[in-house]
C-alpha cells in the first residue's frame, strides 16, 4: 500500500520538530487537567502558488507558504482558543495554556485513545504546484488569452488566471480522532471586456477542483472557459433594462444553484439553528419546500472543489440530506453543535485555516433532479425572467432574507426566450421560496468548480448545483418597470 | 454584570500586547533584501508584519469564544529587469526566508518582461516617517475584555423584553507593527492598533425575527463610546426593524445611512484606480477632469490624519502619503494610483499602493433628521445586502432594508426589497451629504441623500 495520508501528515508537520505522540498527548493531556471537557489539535501546511496574465504576458506570479497549529480547549458552550505559527513544542504547551483558560473549574475531559482513521479518498494526495513546468504554466496561460481573444474582434481585454493550493492538515482530538488528509486545489479564471460602438461589458467564466492542473488542459476546460467568459461578454452588450418587480423567474442548471447556499443552505447550519437565530430554528420535520425539492449537502463528491476526505474536525465527510421531497430532515453539524443538539456531527467542521475556530460550513450543496424537461419549464412560462449565470449572493440568517445577483438573464415572453436582460438582484425570503418551485428539471448540473463561502470573516472552497427550476415568483431588482 | 465567571483560578495568559522590537523587523527585511540581491534580482522590496491580540464573544450572559492571535508575515517582491515574481510566508526563520526569496525569483524567470513593472520612483520614497499616533494599547487582560463584552451584552438584552435571543458581544483589541523596505534604500515601520466592540441581537414580534448590529471601532480605546452605548444602540437597531415589510415597486429618493454610504464611495474609487482605467474596466473610463458629482461636492485624501483608522504614512511601496484633492467641485481631479498604473497610463503614482487613505466626503449642515425633512418622501436605506454592482458599466442593484419616509418622518420599517440604478447617474443626483460623519473606518463621510432610484418590492 502506498503512502498514507496520516503517514505523509505526521511527516511534513510533526517530523521536522521532532513531536511524537507523546508530546501530542502531553499537550492535550494539559488542557484536560483543567477540566476542559474536550480538545483538539489542528496542524496545517499550505503552499499556494498563482500566475496572472494580463495584455498577453504572464505579469505576475506568486507563491505562499503557510503553517502552523491551532489548538482548541472546549468547556460546555465555551471554547478557547489559541494558534502558533511555529509547529514547536513550546509553542504548542503555551497555545494549550492560553486555551483552556476558558475552563470554568475541574471537569471531566478524559483523553481517549486514538484512532487512526484510513477514510475513503475522494481525491490523490497531490501537490499541483509541483505537478507541471513553471513554462508549461505560462505556455497554458498564454493559448487561453489568444483562445478568447480570436473569438472576436470586440474583445479588448483579457485577464487569465491560474492557482493551485496543496494543503496538508493533521487533526488529534481528545475524543480519539487522529485524522489527516492531503488536499490538492486548483483554480482557473478568464476575464474578457467586449466593447462595441462606446459600450463595453464583461464576461467570466472559470472552474476548477480537488485535482492538478491538467484538468484545465483534459477536455480542453480552459479554452472553453476562454469561450464562455467571451461569449457572456457579448451578451450582455446587448442586454437591455432588467424588469423591476416581483415575476416568475427560471433558474439554469448548475450555478444559479447559489440560491440554495444563501435562500436554505446557511439557514441550516447547526450553529445558527443551537442558537435558535434562524429562520429554519426548530422547523425540523416542517415543510419547507414543495414536494418537487429534496437538498443535499454532499461532501463526498470525488474531485469536486468543496468535497473533503475529512472535515477539519477529522469527521469523514458525508451525503446529508437536508430537505427530502419538501419536507426538512437534518442541520449540518460539527462537534460542538452536534453535541449540545445531541445529534452527530455530519463532516461539515471546516476552519479556513489553522488560524480559525471550526464552524458547520457547507461542502457540495445542491438539489437533485426532478422529471420535467427544461424546454417544458421555459416553455410554462407567458412572462418571467430566466437566469443563467450569478455573481455571489448573500443571507441575513435571522430574517430569512437573501438576496443572489445575475450576472446573465433573459426575459421570457409567451414560453420562449427573448432579450437579454442587465444584471440585476433578486432578493426573496429563505422559508418561504423553494415553497414557491413549481417546476425542477431533469438537467441536474454542478458548477464547475468557483465558489468560495463566507462565514464570519472564513473563506473556504465550497460547490453548488441544481437542474433548471421554476419560482413562481420572486423579485427582481431591476429597473425596468414597464 | 453576569457574575459567576472565575477565571483567576487558573494560570492565565494576558492580553499579549507585546510586539517584536522594530529593529528585530528592520533585521529580516534587509535579510530579504540581501537574500533578493544575492540570487541576481536588479531591484527588490520587501514588507514584514506582525500582529498581535485577543479576541473575546459572549453570548447570552456567558462566555462562547477567548480567541488569542498572533500573526506574522512576510513579502518580497523580486525584478530581474522588468520581469517581476512575488512570494509570501508566515515562518520568519533564515531558511525559510531564503526559500521565499528563492520562490519570488523563480517566478521572475518565467514571467514577461514589462515596461511598466519596478520599483517606483526613488525620490519618492518617504524619507521621514512622520508619528500619526496610531498606537494606544488597550491593555485589556482576557478577564477585563470579558466584563466588557458582557456589559455591552447585558445592555442591549435588557433593553426591551421583545429582544428574545443574542448573536452576542464581541470585543476585539489588536496591536500591529509593519516594516517595509526595497533597494532604492527605503525603510520605514510605523506600530498600530484598532480595537472593537461590536454586539448583535435578535428581536421577535408577532412571530417575525429581525436582528441589526452596532459596532464601535478606534485607535484608541478611548475614541470609543462605551460598551453599554454599543450594545443599546444595537438593541435599538433591532427593535425598530420589528414590523418590516416589503414595498411596492415604485422610484422614489433614497437616503444612504451613513454607515452604508461609504460603500457608494467604494464604488467610486473602484472605477478611478489606475487598474480599472488601464484595463478599460470602469464606468467613469477618461473621466480625468469630467464632473462626476454635483458642483457642491468635495471628496478629498487624507492620510496623515492623526488617530484615524486609514492613516499611513506611507504606501505598500514606501512612496511618500499626502493629502490631496480627488473630486473639486464634483470634477474628477485625480486618479487612484499605484506606480504600475501610473506607468501604464503614462502618469505619476498618487502614494494609492494598496488603497485610499481616510477619504474624506465634505458634507453639508444637515443633520440625518435634516436629510430626511429634505427628501420629505422616499426610502431610508440603512442595510444593504449582496454584491451587485458592475464597475465596468456603473449598474447598480442591491437588496435594501430601512425605513420608508414620509413628511420627513419614518413611517415604518421595510425589507425584502431591492434598489436600482446606475452609479453614474446616481453620483450626479446626490442632492445633499449629511453632517452625521462616521469615523470607524476608512471613508469618513456622512448620511448621502440620492434624488431617486427605482426600488423593487412584492406587494
Known amino acids: 500500500m502506498s503512502t498514507s495520508n496520516l503517514d505523509i501528515a505526521r511527516q511534513q508537520l510533526l517530523t521536522p520538530a521532532g513531536i511524537g505522540d507523546d508530546d501530542l498527548n502531553k499537550v492535550l493531556g494539559r488542557m484536560l487537567g483543567y477540566s476542559v471537557d474536550s480538545g483538539d489539535l489542528y496542524f496545517q501546511s499550505t503552499r499556494l502558488e498563482s500566475w496572472v496574465l494580463e495584455d498577453g504576458i504572464v505579469k505576475e506570479g506568486a507563491h505562499n507558504i ?43 475531559g478524559q483523553l481517549q485513545a486514538w484512532q487512526a482513521q484510513e477514510p475513503r479518498l475522494l481525491y490523490q494526495p497531490i501537490d499541483p504546484v509541483t505537478g507541471m513546468s513553471a513554462s508549461e504554466k505560462v505556455g497554458l496561460l498564454q493559448q487561453v488569452d489568444a483562445e478568447a481573444r480570436r473569438q472576436d474582434a470586440r474583445i479588448k481585454q483579457v485577464v487569465v488566471s491560474m492557482a493551485g493550493v496543496h494543503e496538508v492538515v493533521l487533526v488529534v482530538s481528545s475524543d480519539g480522532t487522529l485524522a489527516a488528509d ?110 418537487a425539492c429534496t437538498v443535499v449537502d454532499d461532501g463526498t463528491i470525488r474531485g469536486r472543489r468543496g468535497s473533503l476526505n475529512v472535515d477539519d474536525e477529522g469527521t469523514e465527510s458525508q451525503n446529508t440530506v437536508l430537505i427530502e421531497k419538501g419536507i426538512l430532515k437534518g442541520y449540518m453539524q460539527d462537534k460542538l453543535n452536534a453535541r449540545l443538539m445531541g445529534v452527530q456531527s455530519t463532516g461539515n467542521g471546516r476552519r479556513e485555516s489553522y488560524a480559525h475556530l471550526p464552524m458547520p460550513r457547507m461542502t457540495n450543496t445542491y438539489m437533485l433532479a426532478g422529471e420535467h424537461v427544461p424546454e417544458e419549464i421555459i416553455a410554462s412560462v407567458e412572462k418571467g425572467l430566466y437566469a443563467v449565470n450569478f455573481g455571489g449572493g448573500q443571507v441575513d440568517i435571522t430574517s430569512g432574507k437573501f438576496v443572489f445577483s445575475a450576472s446573465e438573464a433573459y426575459l421570457i415572453e409567451k414560453g420562449k426566450i427573448t432579450s437579454p436582460v442587465k444584471g440585476a438582484t433578486l432578493i426573496g425570503n429563505g422559508p418561504d421560496v423553494l415553497k414557491r418551485v413549481s417546476m425542477v428539471g431533469n438537467d441536474l448540473e454542478l458548477d464547475s468548480g468557483i465558489g468560495t463561502c463566507g462565514k464570519e470573516g472564513q473563506s473556504i472552497p465550497v460547490g453548488v448545483g441544481q437542474p433548471t427550476m421554476r419560482i413562481d415568483s420572486l423579485t427582481v431588482g431591476g429597473t425596468n418597470t414597464e | ?113 514589462d515596461d511598466c513593472a519596478g520599483l517606483a520612483d526613488a525620490e519618492l520614497m518617504a524619507r521621514e516617517i512622520p508619528d500619526l499616533d496610531l498606537y494606544h494599547p488597550w491593555g485589556l487582560s482576557a478577564e477585563q475584555a470579558i466584563d466588557r463584552a458582557l456589559d455591552c451584552e447585558s445592555a442591549a438584552r435588557e433593553l426591551d423584553t421583545r429582544i428574545t435571543n443574542s448573536e452576542g458581544a464581541t470585543l476585539s483589541s489588536h496591536v500591529g507593527l509593519r516594516v517595509s523596505g526595497n533597494t532604492h534604500g527605503f525603510a520605514g515601520g510605523y506600530r498600530s492598533s484598532r480595537h472593537s466592540v461590536s454586539c448583535a441581537v435578535i428581536g421577535e414580534q408577532d412571530g417575525q425575527m429581525q436582528r441589526d448590529y452596532w459596532y464601535a471601532a478606534a485607535r484608541d480605546s478611548g475614541d470609543m463610546s462605551s460598551a453599554a452605548d454599543v450594545g443599546r444602540i444595537a438593541s435599538e437597531r433591532t427593535l425598530r426593524r420589528l414590523g418590516s415589510r416589503s414595498l411596492k415597486t415604485r422610484e422614489a429618493p433614497v437616503i444612504f445611512a451613513a454607515e452604508l454610504a461609504s460603500g457608494l464611495f467604494g464604488g467610486f474609487i473602484s472605477a478611478v484606480r489606475g487598474g480599472s482605467q488601464y484595463r478599460q474596466s470602469s464606468f467613469l473610463l477618461d473621466y480625468l477632469g469630467k464632473q462626476v458629482f454635483p458642483e457642491f461636492m468635495h471628496i478629498h485624501e487624507q492620510p496623515l490624519l492623526k488617530k484615524a483608522m486609514g492613516s499611513a504614512p506611507f504606501d505598500a511601496e514606501g512612496v511618500a502619503t499626502r493629502p490631496r484633492d480627488l473630486i473639486r467641485d464634483g470634477i474628477l481631479e485625480s486618479y487612484v494610483l499605484d506606480t504600475y498604473s501610473a506607468r501604464k497610463l503614462g502618469m505619476q503614482t498618487t502614494g494609492n499602493a494598496g488603497g485610499v487613505h481616510n477619504l474624506t466626503i465634505d458634507h453639508g449642515p444637515n443633520d440625518l433628521r435634516g436629510l430626511m425633512k429634505e427628501m420629505d418622501t422616499g426610502l431610508l436605506v440603512t442595510e444593504l445586502m449582496g454584491q451587485g454592482v458592475n464597475i465596468v458599466t456603473g449598474d447598480y442593484s442591491r437588496g435594501a432594508a430601512g425605513f420608508w419616509v414620509e413628511g420627513g418622518e419614518i413611517q415604518y420599517p421595510v425589507d425584502e426589497i431591492t434598489i436600482a440604478g446606475n452609479l453614474r447617474e446616481m453620483f450626479l443626483n446626490i442632492v445633499d451629504v449629511g453632517n452625521d460623519v462616521d469615523l470607524r473606518g476608512n471613508t469618513r463621510t456622512g448620511s448621502v441623500l440620492v434624488e431617486k432610484m427605482m426600488i423593487a418590492g412584492n406587494s
Open chain 1, 182 to 291: 492531503v488536499r490538492p486545489l486548483v483554480r482557473f479564471n478568464v476575464s474578457v471586456i467586449a466593447e462595441h460602438k462606446g459600450r463595453r461589458e464583461q464576461g467570466s467564466a472559470g472552474g476548477g477542483g480537488r485535482s492538478e492542473y491538467t484538468f484545465f488542459t483534459e477536455e480542453d476546460r480552459a479554452l472553453g472557459y476562454a469561450r464562455e467568459a467571451v461569449r457572456q461578454a457579448l451578451v450582455n452588450l446587448e442586454a437591455v433594462d432588467a424588469p423591476a418587480g416581483p415575476m416568475t423567474v427560471v433558474l439554469g442548471p448548475g450555478w444559479p444553484g447559489v440560491l440554495l447556499h444563501e435562500a436554505v443552505g446557511h439557514g441550516l447550519e447547526g450553529d445558527f439553528n443551537r442558537k435558535g437565530t434562524s429562520a429554519f430554528s426548530g422547523m425540523i420535520g416542517q415543510r419547507v419546500a414543495t414536494s
Open chain 1, 66 to 108: 503557510e503553517q502552523g497549529a491551532g489548538v482548541r480547549a472546549i468547556s460546555g458552550e465555551k471554547t478557547g482558543f489559541a494558534y502558533s505559527d511555529e509547529i514547536i513544542l513550546p509553542a504548542l504547551l503555551q497555545a494549550s495554556t492560553a486555551a483552556r483558560a476558558i475552563a470554568k473549574r475541574g471537569g471531566e
Open chain 2, 1 to 113: 454584570m453576569i457574575a459567576g465567571y472565575v477565571m483567576s483560578k487558573h494560570p492565565v495568559v494576558e492580553n499579549n500586547d507585546e510586539l517584536p522590537a522594530q529593529s528585530q523587523l528592520d533585521d529580516i527585511v534587509g535579510l530579504i533584501l540581501a537574500e533578493a540581491t544575492s540570487q541576481g534580482a536588479s531591484a527588490a522590496d520587501a514588507g514584514v508584519s506582525v500582529e498581535t491580540g485577543l479576541s473575546v464573544t459572549v453570548r447570552l450572559g456567558e462566555v462562547e469564544t477567548l480567541e488569542y492571535h498572533r500573526d506574522q508575515a512576510l513579502g518580497v517582491t523580486v525584478y530581474f529587469g522588468n520581469c517581476k515574481g512575488s512570494a509570501s510566508t508566515s515562518d520568519f526563520n533564515e531558511q525559510a526566508v531564503r526559500e521565499s526569496v528563492q520562490a519570488a525569483c523563480d517566478i521572475a524567470r518565467y514571467t514577461s518582461e
